[in-house]
């Protein structure tokens, strides 16, 4: 939908582009881990930066005054806890709730730059006590508008929109349309790099463009999200089989297929238990552990590599095993040793939010970095009643090579067992190491053969060290007898879980052929086909 005419109060084109993109990073983030895993209530090109529960950035100016806000699919408001000095209080209050905290405060207006874009007056709640961003200043709502407590508690009409509708309808050369792309790379100064674009798809993945358009599952206005249709049973766990799902939401379209809403604020994708339970439970070592501030979650031997894949539209989306088994909360067991998080966090969603239940899942970063996602919102912009079918969702796979996933997996997890290792480990691979290199022998030696080694080369280094003492003592001072005499050991202890035949371990062979996916025509909901990949052959 392209509006047909300007408003009345204005927009700027930094560029005079149509389309613009942001490049976003993502950070650790330094308030409590758990704060933002859970709401109560989900209401051009930037770079994106993301946080340990992950927070996806993007810089910007508001008011003339630099600001770092996280982006958020799952909420549709402003919010901002740094004054800004060059701002207009309009004159009422608004509030959003989060799990671990939440924003209440006066609503200002100020000019705000976003992407290429300059947006005089945007409304946004000003809130300095806000304890849910930590050390960024605030947060933007990319959820339909309908669901805004600015917009609908204030003047509710256009000049209250959020950031994003007010582009779409300012500017009637762009279609209506953001992409979001969560990532990671190898650069250990920005390994969750991210983009947000507005009106244009990523060149690389400009696929996108064509993949099926996933219909919006629309609930009460007020309960809207970025939600859509999961494939019928279109869950596959780490044995290969489907995973059977019925839907709670209350009067669904479909009732046999999931409705799942996209939330870039979530760290921890949330699903039905028996899902979690699917994913984690048969895994040697696995258990479920009441976390402190984040509720249930599965807690797994940080080596377990998992393989799980969702289906949309008949769509293979395969999990990275880095997105399945997640090591950044620190979790120690009774005896010290640590262990990870399975990212997929069972929750019940059978509770109704105003009388009804409105969603099943809540897919969150963890799937996000496996799917470029475009959303298109359509007649969700500055309306009260949406048309049916008139917004929808394109997803594009991202995880596509699993045999180099695989390997990803592997590499960071030793590269993590090898931090963590004690000096006498270290000491001992360094050693293997060097025998192997010196002798061509493979493999590792005992901790017997690493004492004989470390104490036969003490011995000649002292020997040699000895021997150059006495040269030099003998030149000088005539002859003098010399004694040395040298010990060494050491000591390896590895702690190794047991896998069930679906896991499989750090040096475990990924099956031949696992880079191979098949993405099958595109399925309605309320069908179901069968899939197939190397993964279903291999246990």
């Keep these: 939908m392209k509006p047909s005419s300007f ?8 560029n005079a582009v149509g389309a613009t993109r942001l490049s976003m990073s993502g950070r650790r983030s330094d308030v409590d ?14 770079n994106v930066t993301s946080a340990s529960n992950l927070q996806y950035v993007i810089n910007s100016t508001l008011g003339g005054e630099a600001i770092s806000i996280m982006i958020d ?12 000095n060059n701002a ?11 799990a671990g905290g939440s924003a209440l405060g006066e609503v200002y207006s100020a000019t705000l730059h976003f992407a290429d874009y300059v947006i005089p007056d945007q409304f946004y709640i000003y809130d300095s006590s806000s304890d849910a961003f930590g050390s960024l200043d605030g947060l933007v709502g990319l959820g339909p508008s309908a669901g805004s407590a600015v917009r609908t508690g204030g003047p509710n009409n256009s000049k209250a929109d959020p950031p994003v509708d007010r582009i779409f309808l300012m500017d009637n050369s762009t279609d209506n349309y953001i992409t979001i792309l969560l990532s990671r790379s190898d650069d250990p100064d920005e390994p969750y790099p991210g983009e947000l674009t507005v009106s244009e798809a990523i060149p690389d993945h400009a696929a996108i463009l064509n993949q099926t358009k996933l219909e919006i599952a629309q609930v009460a206005l007020d309960l809207q999200h970025w939600q859509v249709y999961l494939d019928e049973d279109g869950i596959k766990g780490p044995d290969g089989q489907r995973i059977s799902i019925k839907s709670n939401v209350t009067d669904s379209k479909y009732p046999k297929n999931a409705s799942v809403v996209f939330d870039t604020g979530f760290s921890l994708p949330q699903v039905p238990g028996y899902v979690a339970e699917a994913f984690y439970g048969n895994v040697s070592g696995a258990s479920m552990q009441n976390i402190s501030g984040l509720g249930n979650v599965w807690v797994l031997p940080c080596d377990v590599e998992l393989s799980v894949s969702f289906f949309f539209a008949g769509v293979e989306f395969p999990i990275h095993p880095l997105d399945l088994n997640f090591d950044s909360l620190g979790t120690q067991s009774e005896n010290d040793t640590e262990y990870c998080v399975g990212a997929f966090q069972p929750f019940s ?12 899942m809540i897919l969150g970063m963890a799937f996000l970095r496996n799917a470029y996602m475009l959303i298109n919102f359509g007649d969700y912009i500055d309306v009260d009643t949406p048309k049916d079918g008139a917004a929808y969702i394109q997803l594009l796979p991202l995880t596509t090579n699993t045999t180099e996933a695989s390997a990803d997996f592997k590499k960071e997890r030793q590269q993590q067992n090898e931090d963590d290792s004690s000096p006498t480990d270290k000491a001992k691979n360094e050693v293997t190491d060097l025998w192997n290199k010196v002798t061509g022998h493979t493999g590792s030696l005992s901790t017997a053969a690493v004492g004989g080694i470390i104490a036969g080369v003490a011995a000649v280094a002292l020997a040699l060290v000895g021997g150059l003492i006495f040269c030099c003592m003998r030149r000088r001072r005539g002859s003098k007898s010399a004694s040395s005499s040298a010990a060494a050991g050491a000591s390896y202890a590895q702690w190794m879980p047991g896998y069930g035949n679906s896991y499989r371990g750090l040096n475990e062979a990924t099956p ?13 909901p309320g069908s179901q086909q069968q899939y197939s990949t190397a993964w279903d052959h291999h246990h």
């Design 7 to 14: 408003l009345p109060f204005g927009l700027g084109l930094a």
């Design 33 to 46: 881990p758990y704060n933002l895993q859970r709401r109560t209530s989900i209401g051009g090109n930037m």
């Design 73 to 84: 699919t799952g909420s549709s408001d402003f919010v901002c806890s740094k004054k800004i």
């Design 88 to 98: 207009t209080d309009q004159k009422y209050n608004e509030s959003v709730s989060y």
């Design 349 to 360: 969603f059978d509770q109704e939010e105003a009388g009804v239940v409105p969603y099943d």
């Design 512 to 524: 031949a052929g696992a880079d191979d996916m098949r993405i099958h025509s595109a399925a309605q």
